[in-house]
């Protein structure tokens, strides 16, 4: 079994910055494909950002495009999710996703696909 823990949630004002962080432990390989999702209060659950190992590719919401920045560290078996020029409308609870495999391309943007879960970290954006 595979555990996500996210870090780096907070408040911030607009315009500002943070860096989420996703550790996957548990197993001895780290998921193939890792996104980030997020869920504000009374919506669905959303995609923001994916990123796969195995082609190195990571695909954006457009809601978040050239503001936000998904990477990964192999090597410490973590996502991060930069988030830069925040706006109030991304206030919200932000899960990292997991799956051991890479994900079709039509598909990472829907959360029922993903094999893990976090618990999720709160970032508030006030206006």
């Known amino acids: 079994q595979v555990q996500l823990v996210e870090t780096g949630g907070g408040y911030v004002q607009t315009g500002g910055s943070l860096r989420l962080s996703c550790e996957a432990s548990?197993?001895?390989?780290?998921?193939?494909?890792m996104g980030w999702f997020r869920q504000a209060p009374g919506k669905e659950r959303e995609f923001v950002a994916v990123?796969?190992?195995?082609?190195?590719?990571?695909f954006y919401a457009d809601s978040v495009k050239g503001r936000f920045t998904i990477s990964r560290d192999n090597a410490k078996n973590t996502v991060y999710l930069q988030m830069n020029s925040l706006k109030p409308e991304d206030t919200a609870v932000y899960y990292c996703?997991?799956?051991?495999?890479?994900?079709?391309?039509?598909?990472?943007?829907?959360?029922?696909?993903?094999?893990?879960w976090g618990q999720g970290t709160q970032v508030t954006v006030s206006s």
């Open positions: 548990g197993r001895t390989f780290s998921p193939t494909t």
């Open positions: 996703a997991g799956h051991p495999n890479r994900i079709a391309l039509g598909s990472r943007r829907t959360a029922s696909v993903y094999s893990y």
């Open positions: 990123h796969t190992s195995s082609d190195r590719t990571t």
